[in-house]
């Protein structure tokens, strides 16, 4: 009885793909680049007076 317990505690190696990994950091950055200038974006279709503000919802 004591050994079926100890075969499940043994770690299988990790199947991380380093293509998923490079996509998901690609798209990280691009997000990040994305969000700026959808501010600037919104930002222009709004009067001069609240600009400001719209950056910032954004």
């Keep these: 009885m004591a ?3 100890m075969e499940n505690t043994t770690s ?3 199947n991380h793909d380093t293509g ?3 996509w998901m ?3 990280t ?3 990040l ?3 700026p200038a959808l501010a ?4 222009g279709l709004v009067d001069r007076k ?3 503000n719209q950056l910032f919802l954004s």
Excluded at 40 to 43: A, C, I, P, R, T
């Design 25 to 27: 950091m690609t798209s």
């Design 40 to 43: 600037f974006f919104y930002g």
């Design 50 to 52: 609240n600009v400001l």
């Design 3 to 5: 050994n079926m317990t």
């Design 20 to 22: 998923d990994n490079a």
């Design 12 to 14: 299988t190696p990790s």
């Design 29 to 31: 950055a691009l997000v």
């Design 33 to 35: 680049l994305m969000t």
